[in-house]
């Protein structure tokens, strides 16, 4: 039997079937071990026993290693399916996308969100309102930072190019 698992966004419904149903890894105590100095080297051991110890060392640090690079790809799968069902959810095709790039080579993820959140506050004062937006930082193949901004501002184009010069200000 077939788990199914149904997310309503509003407009649009997510439908995923599974072959059993998920299971929650805090319902269950880890029964894998980490531990890759569990037994301590021995003298006393044959050098055979030293090199299968060692061997499993190496494994057990592989298995690591590929456990760690299958939780951040499902972190960046999640991470990506929560940006997507929050912009399902709270804007619409009328609302507006934009890229928010810095002139220079900025790299310092402090610095630039000190200057997005002003670019914000500057936006918000010039319309008299506060608006909703969604914003995702994003790093070019040069290491510099940049934005993705969709927000709930429905003005003609025209007035959007405009409006660039409040980015620019930082």
């Known amino acids: 039997m077939d788990y199914i698992k149904v997310i309503d966004l509003g407009h649009v419904i997510e439908v ?17 071990n980490y531990s890759i100095l569990s037994n301590s080297f021995d003298e006393d051991r044959t050098k055979e026993a030293n090199r299968h110890y060692y ?16 939780r951040r790809s499902q972190t960046i799968r999640d991470a990506r399916n929560r940006c997507r069902r929050l912009a399902l959810m709270n804007f619409s095709e009328n609302d507006t996308f934009m890229t928010l790039t810095f002139a220079e080579n900025i790299q310092d993820i402090t610095y630039a969100d000190n200057e997005f959140k002003k670019f914000m506050k500057r936006f ?3 319309y008299k309102r506060k608006s909703k937006f969604l914003a995702v930082r994003e ?9 993705h901004l969709l927000i709930d501002w429905q003005l003609p184009a025209a007035l959007k190019k405009k409006n660039f010069a409040l980015w620019k200000e930082s």
């Open 55 to 70: 061997e499993d060392i190496k494994d057990n640090i592989k298995h690591r290693e590929n456990r760690k690079a299958e």
């Open 16 to 32: 995923y079937e599974m072959e059993r149903i998920p299971v929650n890894p805090h319902d269950y105590e880890r029964k894998d």
């Open 124 to 126: 918000n004062y010039k």
């Open 139 to 147: 790093f070019q193949k040069r290491g510099a930072i940049h934005y």
